[in-house]
Structure formats: C-alpha cells, structure tokens
C-alpha cells in the first residue's frame, strides 16, 4: 500500500465511522498491530527472539494483506467493501 493509499483510507474511516464503526476499529487494530511490528522488530532483534522477530515482521504486512482480502472477497460477492473506492 502507498501513502497516499493509507491516507485515503484514514480519511475514509474518518468521515464515515459512526456508519461503519466496525470497520473503523478494524482498521484501527491493523494499524496499531502494523506499530507494534516496527517497533518491535528491532527490539526482538535486540533482544534475540526468533520467534518474535517473524512475528514482528509478519506484522508488518498486515495492512496491505487486510486490503487485499477484502477487495478479493468483495468482487466476488462475499463481502461488501464501501472504502474500496476511497483506495483509487
């Protein structure tokens, strides 16, 4: 995902949350996950932890991951996505 990208998403969530709350503390969740994996990252290299280095760094694409999923589960009719037009 690009800057621009997550911005817009922000935004989205931002004018739009007391109709989708849901989606809004999803997104909030993502990203403070998304946080965590970056500030963990080198604490776990710090501190020698394989096992939470790969959770850090699997964090790490979180947000992007997320979107894709819930683009693909909203062509397909499984899942109805209104911020996917915010991405664009």
């Excluded at 604490?43 to 979180?62: N, R, T």
């Excluded at 819930?70 to 664009?88: P, V």
């Amino acid at each position: 995902m690009t800057l621009q990208q997550h911005h817009s998403l922000k935004v989205w969530h931002r004018r739009h949350w007391r109709d989708h709350p849901v989606e809004k503390n999803t997104w909030d969740t993502i990203l403070t996950l998304w946080m965590c994996g970056w500030v963990g990252l080198p604490a776990a290299l710090l501190i020698g932890m394989p096992w939470a280095e790969a959770a850090s760094l699997a964090v790490l694409f979180l947000p992007g991951l997320y979107v894709a999923l819930r683009i693909r589960l909203h062509r397909r009719g499984r899942l109805r996505c209104d911020w996917i037009t915010a991405l664009r």
